[in-house]
């Protein structure tokens, strides 16, 4: 796992193991990042692809003080709960760290990581079992894979923690597998016309990652292009080979992105053939998707989750509602025709730009679509003294601010939805939104919208006490 170049950290004397170190050891734990965990005199070791009940022999790849890391030597005891993998890659390369755990096993750890988490900060909640998937593979309608030269050719895959050197891989397990052969025809295109590929040492180069988005119901297809350079040489015969290659081809986009960040798409687009957006369906509304766009990765649960936290907000035809964290206007136009009126806020502009032409497709005119930072246009409806009966969140990772849970409370919804990707802030968050009177209504509900990963998202409600 470590290579030569990572530094080796001090070793202190607390630690009770030393590199290299071979040990036997049963596996007692799992973390939250699917790491196994064996103990020396309570003094914590990870393993990757080691299971809870399992007795490994490992070897001691790094040691830190309060913790180190080993890698499996060989496996003396085997889970009841083990599935054989596909390929080792899927948990080596971190596209789906619990492919070895069995699907019943995977949603019974993404609940108890939520009961866990809201323990720590000293809230005894009710969870129900997540709901899983029927068919826990081959779900996502996205990808954004990167590509390098080697080996003499455009290579795409994934990097190995830690190195520079991609690994090559076709098979993604949990993408769409449409998607996954129009990665690898894009690329072959690319190659067959001698695109160059952008190296991060000397600045050079055109074709940086390869995107794909392809609409479950529809099966309309995006394929972004992100390069360094505004344009490709050989460029309208690319064009022209790929839209031969992929019929269901909708949109083809030049995506610039120059910065040397790990932020993969730049804001600049140009469309190279079809429309700047395709369409997919959720729950009978259509939605046209941009290429910067959020839109959720997992359609099958997504019906499941938008259906579910409607119904937990318990919607009348009187109701103002709040759709903060909108993105193209998914949860808020698929609940307008339920609801008085619908307002949404979204940070991304041309996320805001597509929400409003979702109301239109869907023939919705009670909604209303507001591209603001979250927290600021909580704050400014509070000051212009609206009062909403519903409020839906659903903020990335990092989860919500006091400043907007201050605004919520000021605006005194009597429900307040709160859908999470992150237990971690979700729980953090509860602390302060009980604090502004509200009290958790029912129980959690946890719904696996990304099997085989460590993601676990969630609908909680709160209600305002009387
Ligand atoms: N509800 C939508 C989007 C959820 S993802 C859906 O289900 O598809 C979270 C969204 O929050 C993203 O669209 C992201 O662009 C947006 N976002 C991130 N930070 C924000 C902020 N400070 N204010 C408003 N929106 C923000």
């Given at each position: ?6 530094k080796?950290?001090?070793q202190t ?9 071979e040990?036997?050891?049963e ?51 085997t ?24 699907y ?25 079992p ?34 520079h050197?991609l690994?090559?891989?076709d ?31 000397t600045k ?21 292009l ?19 290659a ?10 610039y ?24 369906t ?22 499941v ?20 964290y ?6 808020g ?6 609801v ?27 909604a ?16 212009e ?32 939805v ?17 604090e502004?009177?509200?009290?958790i ?26």
């Amino acid at each position: 796992m470590t290579t030569n170049k990572i530094k080796a950290p001090r070793q202190t004397k607390k630690a009770p193991v030393v590199k290299n170190q071979e040990l036997i050891g049963e596996v007692v734990d799992i973390t939250f990042q699917g790491l196994g965990v064996i103990k020396v005199d309570n003094y914590p070791i990870f393993v990757a692809d080691a299971l809870p009940g399992e007795e490994i022999k490992i070897g001691v790849t790094r040691v830190l003080q309060n913790y180190a890391f080993g890698r499996t030597i060989e496996r003396l005891k085997t889970s009841p709960d083990r599935v054989d993998v596909a390929h080792g890659q899927l948990i080596t390369s971190g596209i789906a760290p619990l492919v070895n755990l069995k699907y019943d096993a995977q949603l019974e750890l993404k609940r108890n990581q939520i009961v866990q988490l809201f323990k720590k900060v000293g809230l005894d909640v009710d969870v129900d079992p997540t709901i899983g998937m029927e068919t826990p593979s081959k779900y996502r309608n996205k990808t954004v894979v990167p590509v390098k030269f080697q080996d003499g050719h455009l290579t795409t895959g994934f990097y190995r923690r830690g190195s520079h050197n991609l690994v090559p891989i076709d098979d993604y397990y949990l993408n769409d597998p449409k998607i996954d052969a129009a990665i690898g025809t894009v690329r072959d295109i690319l190659d067959a016309h001698g695109t160059t590929v952008w190296d991060d040492a000397t600045k050079k180069g055109e074709i940086r990652y390869i995107m794909v988005r392809r609409g479950y119901y529809s099966h309309e297809m995006m394929v972004g292009l992100i390069t360094a350079t505004r344009e490709l040489h050989d460029e309208a015969a690319i064009v022209a080979d790929i839209v031969a290659a992929l019929p269901e081809l909708k949109s083809l986009i030049l995506n610039y992105n120059p910065r040397q960040t790990n932020v993969l798409l730049g804001s600049e687009n140009r469309v190279l053939f079809g429309q700047s957006t395709i369409q997919d369906t959720i729950l009978a509304n259509k939605f046209n998707i941009g290429l910067n766009s959020f839109y959720q990765v997992n359609p099958q649960t997504t019906e499941v989750l938008y259906s579910l936290a409607a119904k937990k907000a318990g919607l009348k035809l009187t109701d103002t509602v709040i759709d903060a964290y909108s993105g193209i206007g998914t949860i808020g136009l698929t609940v307008a025709n339920q609801v008085k009126k619908v307002i949404g806020v979204e940070v991304v502009e041309p996320a805001v730009a597509d929400a409003k032409v979702n109301m239109a497709l869907n023939n919705v005119k009670n909604a209303e679509f507001i591209a603001n930072d979250a927290p600021a246009q909580m704050r400014e409806w509070q000051a212009e003294g609206l009062k909403p009966e519903v409020v839906f969140v659903d903020p990335p990772r990092k989860g919500l601010t006091p400043e907007l849970i201050e605004a919520v409370a000021g605006m005194a919804p009597e429900t307040f939805v709160y859908i999470s990707c992150n237990p971690a802030t979700l729980a953090r968050d509860a602390v302060q939104i009980l604090e502004q009177g509200f009290e958790i209504d029912g129980a959690i509900t946890p719904l696996d919208q990304f099997p085989q990963t460590t993601h676990v998202e969630s609908v909680t409600v709160f209600k305002r006490k009387a």
